[in-house]
Structures are given as C-alpha cells and as structure tokens.
Nanobody, 119 residues
Framework: QVQLVESGGGLVQAGGSLRLSCAAS????MGWLRQAPGKERELVAA???????TNYADSVKGRFTISRDNANTVYLQMNSLKPDDSAVYYC?????????????????WGQGTQVTVSS
C-alpha cells in the first residue's frame, strides 16, 4: 500500500516562502500538483526515482524547487510566492523510474494541503 503524507501548507503573504513535504512509504517517481478552484489540476514539479532529474511548470520555474532525500521524503520549496499560486497542493507517486509529467499518469495521491498567498 503506497502512502503519501503531506505537510507544510498555510497562509503566506505575496513574496514569501513555504516548504511542502511529502513522506512516502517507499521510493517512487514523484510529483507535486496543484488545483485552484474552477481550474484543472496541473503539474507543478516532478522528480525522478533517483532525484537526478526534475521538471517544472513554466509558471514556477526559478521560484520553486523540488527535491528528495534518502528517507523517501519529497520537498517543494516555494519562494517568491504569488496570489496565483494559491491552490490545494498534492503530492503524487507512480511506481516508475523517470519523470512523470502528465497528471493522469500518477497512480497514488496524498490528501492535499492548502496554500493561500495573500496580496
């Protein structure tokens, strides 16, 4: 049973930072996705099983960083946050080696954590 437990969301002012964490029950190809009200779920960042490659949505490049440690926790460091970044953020996993950049390819999902950026 794959389990993903997220933490780290909250309320922050525009220009601020937050770090999201996702503790996984094993090692997988992982991603962070988000969904704002009335919008489709979109990929924010993805990382390979090894952590050697990453991928970012254009809207977050240069501001967000995805990383992982040896204890099967994946992080999303979010800097220079904007109100448009407000959404429920989900971590997701697939039993795979490479980058998973299509939301529908992810098989396992966390419960979601709310990020709200005030202007």
């Amino acid at each position: 049973q794959v389990q993903l437990v997220e933490s780290g969301g909250g309320l922050v002012q525009a220009g601020g930072s937050l770090r999201l964490s996702c503790a996984a029950s094993g090692r997988y190809a992982m991603g962070w996705l988000r969904q704002a009200p009335g919008k489709e779920r979109e990929l924010v960042a993805a990382i390979t099983w090894s952590g050697g490659s990453t991928n970012y949505a254009d809207s977050v490049k240069g501001r967000f960083t995805i990383s992982r440690d040896n204890a099967n926790t994946v992080y999303l460091q979010m800097n220079s946050l904007k109100p448009d970044d407000s959404a429920v953020y989900y971590c997701a996993a697939k039993v795979a080696w490479g980058l998973i950049t299509t939301p529908n390819e992810y098989r396992y999902w966390g419960q979601g954590t709310q990020v709200t950026v005030s202007s």
